[in-house]
């Protein structure tokens, strides 16, 4: 157990529509990253966030968006969604300081239909 | 900006057999290489790092990697491999002083009896 928790596991929905994934960090670690992970993609870096700024942006679409909250959870928000945004979606903590560890969730199984 | 590439998609060894997963990564300055673990349904966890001094580093599980600035390579061994090892690896870079970690496309394990 990683204590980083993300919900929900799946998720299936409908083109066009959007969805809220929730990331919940590891006790106090104050950086949130996203990634998305896909067949034909690997595993590419969305965004990061520490303490409630965002630090870096990789490969986000502008239908997705995310913030931290001052509780440091972090929500990752995919709108107007489309079949190839299928993937497991994964939050990542880490302490703030850089150590390169990240911390893993298991994972945001997203399925559009 | 840095790349990695890990040139096998898929290995597979048997049991008690050494292993050895390939990883090249592409970087200007000092990279910070990485090496995780993802087991099946599972999120990643780190096996190992480096950040600088001793080019073999030593990690969780009995694995070990050994950076070669001149070949570009950060490569992943184990001696003798267990039925418990097979999953996917993934290589990653980062940089000093960024949170943007990148990682390869995975090298998926598989361990014959």
């Known amino acids: 157990d990683s204590g980083v928790t993300q919900t929900p596991k799946h998720l299936i929905t409908a083109t066009g529509q959007r969805v809220t994934l929730r990331c919940s960090p590891r006790?106090?670690?104050?950086?949130v990253y996203w990634y998305q992970q896909s067949l034909d993609q690997g595993l590419q870096f969305l965004i990061q966030?520490?303490?409630?700024?965002?630090?870096a942006k990789g490969n986000i679409l502008e239908r997705f968006s995310a913030q931290q909250f001052p509780d440091l959870h972090s929500e990752l928000n995919l709108s107007s969604l489309e079949l190839g945004d299928s993937a497991l979606y994964f939050c990542?903590?880490?302490?703030?300081?850089?150590?390169?560890?990240?911390?893993f969730g298991e994972g945001s199984r997203l399925t559009v239909l | 900006a840095q790349s990695v590439t890990q040139p096998d998609i898929h290995i597979t060894v048997s049991e008690g057999a050494s292993l050895e997963l390939r990883c090249n990564y592409s970087?200007?300055?000092?990279?910070?290489l990485f090496w995780y673990v993802q087991s099946p349904g599972q999120g990643l966890q780190l096996l190992l790092k480096?950040?600088?001094?001793?080019?073999l580093v030593q990690g969780i599980k009995g694995f070990e990697a050994e950076f070669k600035r001149s070949q570009s390579s950060f490569n992943l061994r184990k001696p003798s491999v267990h039925w418990s090892d097979a999953a996917e690896y993934f290589c990653?870079?980062?940089?000093?002083?960024?949170?943007?970690?990148?990682f390869g496309a995975g090298t998926r394990l598989t361990v014959k009896p």
């Open positions: 990542a903590s880490s302490t703030g300081t850089y150590t390169g560890e990240l911390f």
């Open positions: 006790s106090g670690d104050l950086s």
């Open positions: 966030y520490y303490n409630g700024e965002e630090r």
């Open positions: 970087y200007g300055a000092t990279p910070y």
């Open positions: 480096y950040f600088s001094g001793d080019t």
């Open positions: 990653a870079v980062g940089a000093e002083g960024s949170y943007d970690m990148r």
